[in-house]
């Protein structure tokens, strides 16, 4: 699936990844390839997301929104630190 990761300046991340996992304000969840369709809203903590070769990312975020459309992960968010 592709996941797109934007702040308020620039794009934080694009490209294919296996998972992305996300701190939801009413808890966190992970999205996998075929995830339903959905928009939530993001509170403070890690997005943790795999990319297709295996390499793990961590992004530290301070909110945001999430959306799931036909295996295309879209998060904008704010206070962004790349770990």
Do not use: C, W, Y
Request: hydrophobic share 40%; proline share 4%; aromatic share 4%.
């Amino acid at each position: 699936m592709n996941l797109v990761i934007l702040t308020p300046d620039k794009e934080m991340f694009h490209g294919k990844v296996t998972s992305v996992n996300v701190p939801a304000i009413g808890g966190r969840f992970e999205v996998l390839n075929g995830h339903a369709p959905i928009v939530a809203a993001l509170g403070e903590g890690d997005v943790r997301f795999q990319i297709e070769k295996g390499e793990k990312r961590t992004i530290n975020i301070q909110q945001g929104f999430i959306e799931v459309l036909r295996d295309e992960v879209s998060l904008l968010v704010s206070g962004v630190k790349e770990k």
